[in-house]
């Protein structure tokens, strides 16, 4: 079963930052927080990973609650390529340890 | 960085049918590989992962099994093809050690 509760659905205006919220209150000291996200009939493509710290890359910011049981994904300026199903995943970093996907949640971008 | 190259990319297959779906992965050695199903409308489903030739792990029983052959290769098959058996199958890589696991573009199976 994943650990992560998220909405089924948002909408985001184009140009517009859209944040994915993603509640995880059982995640244990040593689980990360992954964000990836699937376009239709395509594989998922990974976004970004946290452990506590804020993080940024070329792609999104990761923000995760003090108490680390929330996590919010930004998209800073989204684009219509940005519609997608995008997945909050915990997950022990460890060589062999899976990944759970659950349902994610569905963006769409809107023009 | 890996790139894993699966095919075909679509399928339709008659119940009975057997089935042979192979992953490559290119860019890395000894990587950890992984098969998951997609249904409709839902997530992943993790069917098998594997940490090296000939090991193989099941994470469902079904009507599906795997094998690793050589070290980037990875293969889903089946004897005998189920309605259920229909989904988007994806293949997936992680480096050892890695945080992430890169996905192929995945096959869409249709069984009529």
């Known amino acids: 079963d994943a650990k992560t509760t998220q909405p089924p659905s948002m909408d985001c205006a184009e140009g517009r930052a859209a944040n994915l919220p993603c509640n995880h209150s059982?995640?244990?000291?040593?689980?990360?927080v992954y964000w990836y996200r699937q376009i239709h009939s395509q594989g998922p493509q990974y976004i970004i990973h946290?452990?506590?710290n804020n993080e940024t890359n070329e792609m999104a910011s990761l923000i995760i609650t003090e108490d680390r049981k929330s996590s919010t994904l930004i998209l800073p300026h989204a684009t219509l390529r940005d519609t997608a199903v995008y997945y909050c995943?915990?997950?022990?970093?460890?060589?062999?340890?899976?990944?759970?996907f659950g349902p994610g949640t569905r963006l769409s971008v809107l023009p | 960085s890996q790139t894993i190259h699966q095919w075909p990319a679509t399928l339709v297959q008659p119940v009975g049918s057997p089935l042979s779906l192979e992953c490559t992965v290119e860019g890395t050695s000894n990587p950890n590989l992984y098969w998951y199903r997609q249904a409709a409308g839902r997530g992943l489903q993790l069917l098998f992962y594997?940490?090296?030739?000939?090991?193989i792990s099941s994470e469902v029983p079904q009507n599906l099994s795997a094998s690793r052959p050589q070290d980037r290769q990875f293969i889903l098959s089946s004897k005998k093809l189920l309605l259920s058996d229909s989904g988007f199958y994806l293949c997936a890589g992680a480096l050892v050690g890695g945080y992430e696991q890169y996905f192929g573009p995945g096959t869409r199976l249709t069984v009529t």
């Open positions: 995943i915990v997950r022990v970093a460890s060589y062999g340890q899976n990944f759970v």
């Open positions: 594997s940490v090296g030739i000939g090991q």
């Open positions: 059982t995640i244990s000291g040593n689980e990360y």
């Open positions: 946290g452990l506590k």
